[in-house]
Nanobody, 113 residues
Framework: VQLQASGGGLVQAGGSLRLSCAAS????????MGWYRQTPGNQRELVAS???????NYADSAKGRFTISRDNAKNTVYLQMNSLNHEDTAVYYC????????WGQGTQVTVSS
């Protein structure tokens, strides 16, 4: 099973992007879906996560600008990112947690000033 992330790209500051991440096969018992991001030389950090029941959690930098959502039937998670700024430039990774963790391959988000 692989996670396929998409939706990244180049956007101007103040713009929006919507990331998607879907599993290529069936994963049972996904408890948490999340988005992380990483910049060169830095550790991967949590951006947002959502439980199967819909409880959302956001990094302080994402609150009020980003919205995470999931489609349990499709094993897909989304991240709507608004009011993007240069500090949001990073590779974004999705992660599904069931009895083990699954990571997507990453999608580049670049915000131009």
């Amino acid at each position: 099973v692989q996670l396929q992330a998409s939706g990244g790209g180049l956007v101007q500051a103040g713009g929006s992007l919507r990331l998607s991440c879907a599993a290529s096969g069936s994963i049972s018992g996904i408890r948490v879906m999340g988005w992380y991001r990483q910049t060169p030389g830095n550790q991967r950090e949590l951006v947002a996560s959502i439980t199967r029941g819909g409880t959302e959690n956001y990094a302080d930098s994402a609150k009020g600008r980003f919205t995470i959502s999931r489609d349990n039937a499709k094993n897909t998670v989304y991240l709507q990112m608004n009011s993007l700024n240069h500090e949001d430039t990073a590779v974004y990774y999705c992660k599904f947690t069931s009895w083990r963790a699954y990571w997507g391959q990453g999608t580049q988000v670049t915000v131009s000033s």
